[in-house]
């Protein structure tokens, strides 16, 4: 079974600087799907960013990139010019590509929550 | 409707009551999971459906807990006589496919309470 890790459970970073959420993952599958869901105090997930295993390009969606190691099994999250609408909790995801057994829900890392501070 | 809604937003019930947690996904996405999010914890998965289907149910932590969609489209999450261990938050998340690549869209969760 998959599962994945987050090591950090609390993170802090100041306004407009640049923070690295760690995210690392096990897995025997050789091609799959990764994502970053933010949860802020209003309780939903909101995805962040997403990546897929076979694409060795880092994924980028504006001041949220990744940097994805496949070999290491690691996908980190940079948040560039942190702002305050930032904080929350980050979790990492991920999911089989096959759509069987299962395979089609999410694993959920336990979560980074991360503080920005004015 | 525009996003997945899910009701009642918070529930407070007394051990041993049954409760319902109620999940209305986007008009026409087909594919519906819940997931349970327990206090520091990441998030559980309980079951998804695929149309009125729920092919897989082994993600349920006891037969108190039973799930069904009509329609399509709302799914109801039935919990029997509720225990203190089942307080958390329950999300609903929807997808237009089973196994979208782009990511689930989910509800902002019912907070079960059970005192």
């Known amino acids: 079974a998959q599962t994945v890790t987050q090591s950090q459970p609390e993170m802090s970073v100041q306004e407009a600087e640049t923070v690295t959420l760690s995210c690392t993952y096990d897995?025997?599958?050789?091609?799959?799907?990764l994502f970053w869901y933010k949860q802020p105090p209003s309780r939903q997930m909101i995805l962040v960013i997403r990546q897929e295993a076979y694409k060795q390009q880092n994924a980028t969606e504006n001041r949220f990139s990744v940097n994805f190691q496949k070999a290491a099994k690691s996908f980190s999250l940079k948040i560039s010019d942190s702002q305050l609408g930032d904080a929350a909790m980050y979790f990492c995801a991920y999911r089989s590509v096959i759509t069987q057994g299962g395979s089609e829900k999410l694993v959920f890392g336990k979560g980074t929550k991360l503080t920005v501070n004015p | 409707g525009a996003g997945v809604s899910q009701s009642p937003s918070n529930k407070v019930t007394e051990k041993g009551k049954d409760v319902e947690l109620r999940c209305d996904p986007i008009s026409g996405h087909t594919a519906l999971y819940w997931y349970r999010q327990s206090l520091g914890q990441g998030l559980e998965f309980l079951i998804y459906f695929q149309g009125n289907s729920a092919p897989d149910k082994s993600g349920l932590p006891s037969d108190r807990f039973s799930a069904e969609r009509t329609g399509g489209s709302v799914s109801t999450l039935t919990i029997q006589r509720t225990q203190q261990e089942d307080s958390a938050v329950y999300l609903c998340?929807?997808?237009?496919?089973?196994?979208?690549?782009?990511?689930?869209?989910f509800g902002s969760g019912t907070r079960l309470t059970v005192v």
């Open positions: 998340a929807s997808s237009l496919v089973l196994g979208a690549n782009y990511g689930y869209t």
């Open positions: 897995t025997s599958e050789s091609d799959y799907y």
